[in-house]
């Protein structure tokens, strides 16, 4: 197994865990190409290491678990290409949700855009008190483009992700909890949390516990998610979207046109 990951500190131990820790920190961890791709790997590897019976997936430093896409990158992104890089984070996502083994977020701090969305794609999440969840992209300009208008619909319903996702607002770990985006939130380290979890959840059958979490998730379907990234790479070509990256970049508030 490749471990010289540059974004990303793998770590196995002896009782079947993994944990995947996103290490930026100096960027809160913020996806960019090469974290999204060591992600992938990561997963890929992890999917066939027949020692892993459960993963963890978390971020460096206790400021964020993940705080979005890399917004520099994203800037440079038009019609075509930011469709291709929606569909590329839905599909490293996706991975991670068909992982056969169990994954748990372990959020702490900022879990904004592509954060949310990551810690969506796993299969339960635990919260620390500090957690701040958001959708933040209609106020770049853009929309959720890695399966967070999809999933978060899923999880905590329609009305309520709409709410979210429209008003780009941030909500802390209690309205996380009451909404039931989070399974639970801790005063110490969700990653401890997130072990007890696995070590309570792996003293059952192992073959059923992988197909109870094939079961719950066979009710989604996935077209939805083709309409998200074609509309994340129509807006990528818009006057807004250049005007709400840059005013992000140059720590600015936006001025929006609706072109
Ligand atoms: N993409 C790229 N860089 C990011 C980033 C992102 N999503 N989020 C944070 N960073 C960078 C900042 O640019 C800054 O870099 P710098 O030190 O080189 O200037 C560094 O991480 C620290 O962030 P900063 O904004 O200074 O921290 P803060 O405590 O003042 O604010 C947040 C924290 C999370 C509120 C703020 O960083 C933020 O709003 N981030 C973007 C969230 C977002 O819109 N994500 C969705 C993207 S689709």
Redesign the pocket.
């Known amino acids: 197994m490749n471990q010289s990951y540059k974004t990303i500190i793998f770590e196995k131990d002896d009782h079947g865990v993994a944990t995947v820790t996103i290490n930026r920190p100096?960027?809160?961890n913020?996806l960019n190409d090469e974290v999204l791709n060591e992600l992938a790997d990561v997963f890929k590897a992890i999917q066939i290491d027949e020692d892993i019976a459960a993963v963890i997936v978390t971020g460096s430093g206790k400021?964020?678990f993940v705080?979005?896409?890399?917004?520099?990158e994203?800037r440079e992104l038009d019609d075509r290409s930011g469709r291709m890089a929606s569909q590329k984070g839905q599909q490293i996502f996706q991975l991670i949700e068909d992982t056969r083994k169990l994954v748990i977020a372990a959020v702490n701090g900022?879990a904004?855009?592509?954060g949310a969305e990551l810690a969506m794609a796993c299969h339960l999440r635990i919260a620390g008190t500090n957690v701040v969840f958001g959708l933040?992209?209609v106020?770049?300009g853009?929309i959720p483009g890695y399966g967070g208008t999809q999933r978060l619909s899923r999880i905590i319903g329609r009305a309520r992700a709409l709410e979210m996702i429209l008003t780009a607002k941030q909500i802390k770990a209690n309205e996380a909890m009451e909404l039931g985006l989070v399974n639970d939130v801790v005063d110490g380290d969700p990653v401890d949390t997130a072990r007890d979890l696995i070590t309570k959840i792996l003293k059952n059958g192992p073959i059923a516990i992988q197909n109870a979490i094939k079961a719950v998730y066979h009710s989604d379907h996935h077209s939805g998610f083709q309409v998200e990234a074609d509309l994340f790479g129509q807006l990528c070509d818009t006057e807004d979207f250049i005007e709400g990256t840059s005013a992000?970049l140059e720590k600015r508030k936006p001025e929006f046109k609706g072109k």
Do not use: H, N, S, W
Not at 67 to 72: F, P, Q
């Open positions: 100096d960027k809160l913020a400021k964020a705080a979005g896409a890399d917004i520099k994203l900022y904004l855009g592509g933040p992209e106020g770049l853009l992000f």
